[in-house]
């Protein structure tokens, strides 16, 4: 019994020693005399990285034209808005575009839908800039050309071309909706050939 009594005692020791000190680093913990510093620091699960940047600028698309032809000089040779099939239909247009730090990136694509909405073509130049230069203006106007094709044994009606503009320096895109109407004219030189071959068998 006196054994056992020993043993108690000293656990019992041991527990008050152990209660005193914590109570002691307890409080020089909290009176500032002893600092604890975290083994890992929390890191934050938002990167500054991941979050996108929203810059400020402005893109449109303006004085948007089709034409029979347009010269060197981006003159727009009878403004019209129907083609026969099989002929060239070129088109012209102006960006408004914001620098960023003095510079500008443009890049063109678009769309062409036949009259039941099918896609009939797309030129996408997302990897290739159409324009790209240095300027010390806060904006700048920019003239594009272009033209396609609607190939003969395509159907007549309305075709719609959907154009797309992106300046990748701003991260901004803006698009235009245009409609244009597509005609069959019979050949000339058939149908005169006919006729004069008619007049000779007579």
């Known amino acids: 019994m006196n054994k056992q009594g020993k043993v108690m005692t000293e656990i019992l020791v041991m527990l008050i020693v152990v209660v005193i000190t914590s109570a002691i680093i307890l409080l020089l913990v909290q009176t500032g005399t002893i600092t604890v510093e975290a083994e890992n620091e929390q890191v934050?699960?938002?990167?500054?990285?991941?979050?996108?940047?929203?810059?400020?600028?402005?893109?449109?698309?303006?004085?948007?034209?089709?034409c029979?032809?347009?010269?060197?000089?981006?003159?727009?040779?009878?403004?019209?808005?129907t083609f026969d099939l099989g002929?060239?239909?070129?088109?012209?247009?102006?960006?408004?575009s914001s620098t960023y730090n003095g510079d500008i990136m443009l890049v063109e694509n678009y769309?062409?839908?036949g009259?039941?909405?099918?896609?009939?073509?797309?030129?996408?130049?997302?990897?290739n800039f159409n324009f790209d230069l240095t300027s010390n203006k806060e904006t700048e106007d920019v003239t594009f050309k272009d033209f396609f094709i609607v190939n003969?044994?395509?159907?007549?009606?309305?075709?719609?071309?959907?154009?797309?503009?992106?300046?990748?320096?701003?991260?901004?895109?803006t698009t235009l909706v245009k409609k244009f109407q597509v005609v069959y004219v019979e050949d000339f030189s058939e149908e005169y050939y006919e006729e004069d071959y008619e007049e000779l068998i007579g």
């Open 44 to 66: 934050s699960v938002l990167n500054a990285n991941f979050i996108p940047v929203t810059r400020e600028g402005y893109l449109t698309i303006k004085d948007f034209k089709f």
């Open 68 to 81: 029979d032809f347009i010269d060197f000089d981006y003159n727009c040779m009878n403004e019209i808005e």
């Open 87 to 96: 002929s060239e239909i070129h088109f012209i247009f102006t960006v408004e």
């Open 111 to 113: 769309r062409i839908k």
């Open 115 to 127: 009259p039941t909405g099918e896609l009939l073509l797309e030129v996408d130049e997302s990897n």
């Open 152 to 173: 003969q044994g395509l159907p007549e009606g309305e075709y719609t071309m959907e154009l797309f503009i992106e300046n990748p320096l701003l991260t901004k895109k």
